[in-house]
């Protein structure tokens, strides 16, 4: 059994109101998370997603289940980090973890150039959707290199490569709608008319989210967090659906339905510290410093 994809559905669980919205955050088909949860509740001879409630949820049996997968895929990455040093060959694999909508644009390119350079090496790419998560697995050397938000940690190396923008989705049903355009220019006014929306967010382990409810603090602005996902996508998916405004990155609009009606506020790039970089852990192997140096030209030279 796959113990990490388990633990991923039953950890998305507690966000989503159907299996449907679970599978569509983690970029799986509904069948399958529904076969996956029936398999392990037949393994287990316990019921662990109770899907007659809308929203649905876990069982107690469920929760306990999910508490004991995070122990296991914890205690698995530290024995992992334990063996790495008598690995065999183990320069020859270079697993590096990233944010699932950036993947189509600029990884692809990127990992071209990696193949002709190290040739004789295997890389793994592995979606991430937390800064937080992100932190972990280098800690437990999970991943060896990290393409995502900037990680300020005393025993990482974290290189800059651009600041991302964060955009308002906006609704048809919301007040604030203008019909016959999509994007609508940032103002003060439109920050202060938000005040009290409902909000679809992201969990509350995203870094992401960490920034965009301090910066609402600041702005004396409150929103009311109706529900909570852990994917850029899933969160506009539902926002244009009429659920409630949301606040993504602008790398995700390629991937909405262009049918629906919505409007976007890019908030300006000084307003939000978003930068992206090349992190490592500073004891990685001068392979892995070798391979992130290239990830790092290579992108710097494809957004030139």
């Known amino acids: 059994m796959n113990y990490q994809l388990l633990y991923q559905i039953l950890s998305t669980i507690d966000p989503s109101r159907t299996i449907s919205q679970v599978a569509n955050q983690l970029y799986l088909s509904q069948p399958y998370i529904s076969q996956v949860i029936s398999k392990?509740?037949?393994?287990?001879?316990?019921?662990?997603v109770n899907?007659?409630?809308?929203?649905?949820?876990?069982?107690?049996?469920?929760?306990?289940l999910l508490e004991d997968l995070?122990?296991?895929?914890?205690?698995?990455?530290?024995l992992q980090q334990n063996l790495s040093p008598y690995q065999l060959d183990s320069g020859n694999n270079i697993r590096i973890g990233i944010t699932p909508i950036w993947i189509s644009n600029l990884v692809s390119p990127v990992l071209k150039e990696l193949q002709q350079e190290f040739p004789k090496t295997n890389f793994?790419?592995?979606?991430?959707?937390?800064?937080?998560?992100?932190?972990?697995?280098?800690?437990?050397?999970?991943?060896?290199?990290?393409?995502?938000?900037?990680?300020?940690?005393?025993?990482?190396?974290?290189?800059?490569?651009?600041?991302?923008?964060?955009c308002i989705i906006i609704p048809k049903n919301h007040p604030l709608y203008k019909s016959g355009v999509q994007e609508l220019p940032f103002s003060q006014k439109i920050v202060t008319a938000l005040n009290h929306s409902k909000m679809i967010s992201l969990t509350k382990n995203s870094v992401f989210q960490s920034i965009i409810d301090h910066y609402f603090e600041d702005e004396k602005i409150s929103l009311n967090k109706t529900m909570e996902v852990n994917s850029y996508i899933g969160a506009a998916s539902l926002a244009i659906q009429g659920l409630g405004i949301s606040i993504v990155l602008t790398d995700v609009l390629p991937y909405l339905d262009k049918t629906q009606e919505f409007n976007?506020?890019?908030?300006?790039?000084?307003?939000?510290?978003?930068?992206?970089?090349i992190s490592i852990h500073k004891d990685?192997?001068?392979?892995?410093?070798?391979?992130?140096?290239?990830?790092?030209?290579?992108?710097?030279?494809?957004?030139r």
Not at 40 to 48: L, N, R
Not at 51 to 64: M, Y
Not at 131 to 146: A, C, G, Y
Not at 147 to 161: E, K, N, Q, T, V
């Open 284 to 303: 990685s192997s001068e392979k892995v410093k070798k391979v992130a140096e290239r990830i790092y030209s290579t992108i710097c030279r494809k957004l």
């Open 40 to 48: 392990s509740e037949k393994k287990y001879q316990v019921k662990i």
């Open 70 to 78: 995070e122990r296991l895929i914890n205690d698995q990455a530290i």
């Open 124 to 166: 793994e790419i592995r979606q991430i959707f937390t800064s937080n998560e992100s932190k972990k697995m280098l800690e437990t050397r999970s991943i060896d290199i990290f393409w995502g938000s900037m990680l300020y940690i005393d025993h990482f190396i974290s290189r800059p490569l651009y600041r991302s923008q964060a």
């Open 264 to 277: 976007i506020v890019k908030i300006p790039k000084s307003a939000l510290n978003l930068d992206v970089g």
């Open 51 to 64: 899907r007659s409630s809308l929203p649905i949820e876990l069982t107690e049996a469920g929760k306990q």
